[in-house]
Nanobody
Framework: QVQLVESGGGLVQAGGSLRLSCAAS???????MGWFRQAPGKERELVAT????????YYTDSVKGRFTISRDNAKNTVHLQMNSPKPEDTAVYYC?????????WGQGTQVTVSS
């Protein structure tokens, strides 16, 4: 059974930095892992993804140049480094993994950016 556990969320001041982590168990490799977020009253949206093999990345326009997604294959962990966060980045951040047509989600971690 695949489980994804996020950590690292919390309160951060605008312009600061925060690093989210997503630890995967139950498998040692995936096709793609990524971070999504959902703000109150809004739909869940894609933030960034990374291919497990090769490491190619994708970012939504609003976080390009500020957020960096990375993976540690040996630890089955994906990180999201959030630099210069803005109040509009406030949301619950979810980790997602896909493999063999299956989709797995973490439970989410709250990120609150104060102005």
């Amino acid at each position: 059974q695949v489980q994804l556990v996020e950590s690292g969320g919390g309160l951060v001041q605008a312009g600061g930095s925060l690093r989210l982590s997503c630890a995967a168990s139950g498998r040692t490799s995936f096709h793609t892992m990524g971070w999504f977020r959902q703000a109150p009253g809004k739909e869940r949206e894609l933030v960034a993804t990374i291919r497990w093999s090769g490491g190619s990345t994708y970012y939504t326009d609003s976080v390009k140049g500020r957020f960096t997604i990375s993976r540690d294959n040996a630890k089955n962990t994906v990180h999201l480094q959030m630099n210069s966060p803005k109040p509009e980045d406030t949301a619950v951040y979810y980790c997602k993994a896909t493999v063999n047509g299956n989709v797995y989600w973490g439970q989410g971690t709250q990120v609150t950016v104060s102005s």
